[in-house]
C-alpha cells in the first residue's frame, strides 16, 4: 500500500491521535459559541455552533483516560483548539460533523501499512474509539480514531 495522510492530533495529557485527511474540515481560529448541558459527562459537557449546527465539542483525552476533566480544561482557551470533524454513519449518507478539543494546531502525518502497530497498553479507552494504529518516530503508537465511534 502507499503513503496516506493523516492528521495528527494533540489531544492533550500527552495523548495524541489520528484521522483521515478529509476528516478534519475545519480549524476554528476564536472559541466559538458554546453552551453547557447539565448532568452530561464531564469529556462532552459542552456544544458549540458551527455554521447554524449544534455540535458536540468532545474532550477526548478525558474521556479516553476515563478521569474527570477540570472545566478549564473542557474549554477552548489560549492553548487550545477546536477542530470540526466530519463523519458518517453509513456509506451514502449526509455527513455529520462533531467538534474536538485539541492542544494545538493538528499536522499532517504520512502513513503506510509499514507503519502498522498494536494500540497502546495506556490508557486502556483506546480500544472502543480506534480502528488501527500506527508507529510514529517521536511519539510512538498512534491511534488511528473512528470518528462515528467517538461521536456516538
Not at 494533540?10 to 485527511?21: M, S, T
Not at 448541558?37 to 455554521?51: D, E, F, V
Request: with cysteine; aromatic share 6%.
Amino acid at each position: 500500500m502507499s503513503e496516506v495522510t493523516a492528521w495528527l492530533l494533540d489531544l492533550g495529557h500527552g495523548l495524541h491521535a489520528a484521522v483521515g485527511e478529509r476528516e478534519i474540515i475545519h480549524v476554528l481560529p476564536d472559541p466559538p459559541p458554546m453552551f453547557e448541558i447539565p448532568r452530561s459527562p464531564a469529556y462532552c459537557r459542552r456544544l458549540l455552533i458551527w455554521q447554524d449546527e449544534l455540535l458536540p465539542l468532545m474532550n477526548l483525552a478525558g474521556r479516553v483516560t476515563a478521569r474527570p476533566v477540570a472545566p478549564a480544561e473542557a474549554q477552548p482557551g489560549d492553548d487550545g483548539l477546536v477542530a470540526i470533524a466530519a463523519f458518517q454513519r453509513h456509506p451514502g449518507e449526509a455527513p455529520r460533523h462533531g467538534g474536538l478539543l485539541l492542544r494545538g494546531t493538528p499536522s499532517r502525518v504520512g502513513v503506510s501499512d509499514a507503519n502498522a502497530c498494536g494500540l497502546p497498553e495506556a490508557p486502556g479507552g483506546w480500544r472502543q474509539f480506534a480502528i488501527s494504529c500506527f508507529e510514529h518516530a517521536d511519539l510512538g503508537p498512534v491511534p488511528v480514531l473512528d470518528l462515528q465511534s467517538v461521536f456516538s
